[in-house]
Each structure stands twice: as structure tokens, then as C-alpha cells.
């Protein structure tokens, strides 16, 4: 490795891309969302910029999200989207080509690891690493995943749901579910058309989640006033919403992150389980934050779950550190020149 090749970890994820620049900490994050006009192809906006234009655009742009369930769906908005992140991270002065680190999900095939690996390429870096998301999670977590104890890490983004149990730095069981922040805001506008005739957009949905959402009903619930179209008048009209019905609306969801759980539980080894119990686990990722959601964890797997510190930009730290460390890591990562 050259002297000059700076280093960038990136945080490719279905919702939210993350960059993470050793000694400065996350330079960048913004969504995995890029504005593409409809006549030229050409790519308009990416990030921030692009998320604003989402459910709001003329004929002539579409808004797209190239990362579906964690894996990529477009490749050449992808590679756009690449090139972007990493020009803006490393400022325009910068000559030299980087080494970046890209997160994948545990679940990942070999064709899609190869996809995720030469957009990188493509999009400017002069080596690409690949290391699956729970190793980075719990790597970012803070977790000393190199012992010989098992740790169990549950990463929820907006994509995918990754439950891994690691031990002496590797995986030894995982699964990943396409089943994580997306599928709720979607479960959320659906129960609000069904139960109050009312449409509303994505982004309406996740704000109403963060604001009110929780993994379990509460006592003294929470309210919001949602805005949307009335589908029989086809006029805008808002209605109040709170929290229990969320809870009931996400349910469903929530009960397959939860299945993913106790299916990795069940395939792990006893010794492995015993470290599990005293350890606890460790849940990452954005969709994490809902709240209440260690203690709904808890209830249904009898393993008691604690949210990692900064849970949204776990992955991302993992990145800068395996960076940092890349002998200590170099088991857990798979490599392309």
C-alpha cells in the first residue's frame, strides 16, 4: 500500500450511505437516493439533494434508489452514486486513487459481492475491500470479535435485517432477512390507507415511525397529526395517529426480525449460546432506535438486547477501524485488485 493512498470505509446501505475517513471519523451521510432525468440519463443530484426530489418530481426526473435489500439493483446509478460519495469525501484537490472498504450483507452472493467490488473500482478506488456487515457492526460496536466468545449481532438498516454470532473474528452462524426500516414504513402506510382511507408517501411513513413508532404498546401513548390524500375525495386531509396503532401496524414485521433472531439462536452452538446469555445482544443500524425494540427482543427470545452506542453509524466506524487494523482483520475480508 502506498503512503499516499488515502483510505475510506463506505457504508453502502439500502437507506443511507455512510463514509468514514480514518482520523477525521464519518465525513458523510447522506441518502442512497440519485435523481437521474428521464430524457439523457444524466444524474442530476445524488444524496440529500436527490431525497428531496423523492415523491415530488416531474415526468422528466425519476428519483431512484439503486440499492435494493441491501444489494445492488442498478448498477450504473450505483457506480454514479460511488463516484460521487467518494469525490466529495476526498475533496477535489485530491489525486491520489483511494483504498475503500465497502460493507455488504452477510447474506450476499458471490455474483453480488463481485457487482459491489467493481462499481467501487469503477467509480475510482484503487483497491476494494468487501467485509460482511455484522463483522463491521460489531467491529464498530466495539465488541473484541477476535476472542474466542461468542457475540450475537443484529444489524436492522432500511434494507435488510443481518443476525450474525461471531466468534474468534469470524461468523460462525447468520442469516439476513430482506425485512428491516423500508418494509415498516411500508407496513405503515398501508395500515393507514386500510384503517383512515388515507395515502401517504414514503417519507410521511418514516417520519412517522421516528416520531411515534415503538416495538411494544404503550401506556401513555404518543400522537402526531398525519397529512395526506383522502382516497375516496382524492383531497388532502390529515388525521391523528398514535402510537399503539403503529404498534399494531408493524407488528408483523417486527415478528419476522424477531424469527431471524431466534433462527441464528437456534442453529448456534451451546458453548457458543452460553457466551450469548452473559453477553447479551447487540443490536445496530438505524431501524434498531425503535423504540422500546430491545425490550420487545427480550420479551420474545429471553436473551436480554442492549442498543450499541451510535447504532446508526456502527458499520461505518467498522470500516475506518478494520482499516486502520487490516492485518488484524485481513480473515473476515475479502479482497480485489
Known amino acids: 500500500m502506498s503512503i499516499f493512498s488515502p483510505k475510506l470505509g463506505i457504508d453502502l446501505g439500502t437507506a443511507n450511505t455512510l463514509v468514514f475517513l480514518p482520523g477525521k471519523g464519518i465525513v458523510l451521510n447522506e441518502p442512497s437516493v440519485v435523481a437521474v432525468s428521464e430524457q439523457d440519463k444524466k444524474v442530476l443530484a445524488v444524496g440529500?439533494?436527490?431525497?428531496?426530489?423523492?415523491?415530488?418530481?416531474?415526468?422528466?426526473?425519476?428519483?431512484?434508489?439503486?440499492?435494493?435489500?441491501?444489494?445492488?439493483?442498478?448498477?450504473?446509478?450505483?457506480?454514479?452514486?460511488?463516484?460521487?460519495?467518494?469525490?466529495?469525501?476526498?475533496?477535489?484537490?485530491?489525486?491520489?486513487?483511494?483504498?475503500?472498504?465497502?460493507?455488504?450483507?452477510?447474506?450476499?452472493?458471490?455474483?453480488?459481492?463481485?457487482?459491489?467490488?467493481?462499481?467501487?473500482?469503477?467509480?475510482?478506488?484503487?483497491?476494494?475491500?468487501?467485509?460482511?456487515?455484522?463483522?463491521?457492526?460489531?467491529?464498530?460496536?466495539?465488541?473484541?470479535?477476535?476472542?474466542?466468545?461468542?457475540?450475537?449481532?443484529?444489524?436492522?438498516?432500511?434494507?435488510?435485517?443481518?443476525?450474525?454470532?461471531?466468534?474468534?473474528?469470524?461468523?460462525?452462524?447468520?442469516?439476513?432477512?430482506?425485512?428491516?426500516?423500508?418494509?415498516?414504513?411500508?407496513?405503515?402506510?398501508?395500515?393507514?390507507?386500510?384503517?383512515?382511507?388515507?395515502?401517504?408517501?414514503?417519507?410521511?411513513?418514516?417520519?412517522?415511525?421516528?416520531?411515534?413508532?415503538?416495538?411494544?404498546?404503550?401506556?401513555?401513548?404518543?400522537s402526531m397529526i398525519v397529512k395526506g390524500r383522502d382516497f375516496i375525495t382524492g383531497l388532502p386531509r390529515s388525521t391523528e395517529i398514535k402510537t399503539n396503532e403503529i404498534v399494531k401496524a408493524v407488528s408483523r414485521d417486527l415478528r419476522d426480525m424477531i424469527k431471524a433472531m431466534k433462527d441464528v439462536l437456534q442453529e448456534t452452538p451451546p458453548e457458543l449460546a452460553a457466551d450469548i446469555i452473559d453477553q447479551g445482544i447487540i443490536m445496530t443500524g438505524g431501524t434498531s432506535m425503535l423504540r422500546n425494540l430491545p425490550e420487545l427482543v427480550l420479551r420474545r427470545t429471553g436473551v436480554k438486547a442492549v442498543l450499541a452506542e451510535d447504532a446508526l453509524f456502527c458499520v461505518a466506524k467498522g470500516t475506518g477501524i478494520a482499516l486502520e487494523h487490516l492485518d488484524t482483520y485481513k480473515k473476515s475480508i475479502i479482497t480485489k485488485r
Not at 119 to 128: E, L, M, R, S, Y
Not at 164 to 179: D, F, R
Not at 199 to 206: C, L, M, R, S, V
Open 48 to 222: 440529500n439533494e436527490a431525497k428531496a426530489m423523492i415523491g415530488r418530481t416531474p415526468d422528466s426526473i425519476i428519483a431512484y434508489r439503486p440499492m435494493k435489500d441491501g444489494v445492488i439493483a442498478d448498477y450504473r446509478v450505483t457506480e454514479a452514486m460511488l463516484r460521487y460519495f467518494i469525490n466529495k469525501a476526498l475533496g477535489k484537490w485530491n489525486i491520489f486513487k483511494p483504498e475503500v472498504m465497502v460493507s455488504v450483507p452477510a447474506g450476499i452472493t458471490s455474483t453480488e459481492r463481485r457487482a459491489v467490488i467493481e462499481a467501487t473500482i469503477k467509480a475510482g478506488a484503487k483497491n476494494a475491500y468487501v467485509v460482511k456487515e455484522p463483522i463491521l457492526a460489531a467491529i464498530g460496536a466495539g465488541i473484541p470479535i477476535q476472542e474466542a466468545k461468542g457475540h450475537m449481532v443484529v444489524d436492522i438498516g432500511g434494507g435488510t435485517t443481518d443476525v450474525a454470532v461471531i466468534s474468534l473474528g469470524g461468523i460462525v452462524s447468520s442469516t439476513s432477512v430482506k425485512c428491516a426500516g423500508n418494509k415498516i414504513d411500508a407496513s405503515i402506510a398501508d395500515y393507514i390507507k386500510k384503517t383512515f382511507n388515507l395515502a401517504i408517501g414514503d417519507k410521511t411513513a418514516e417520519d412517522i415511525k421516528i416520531q411515534i413508532g415503538s416495538a411494544i404498546p404503550l401506556e401513555e401513548e404518543l
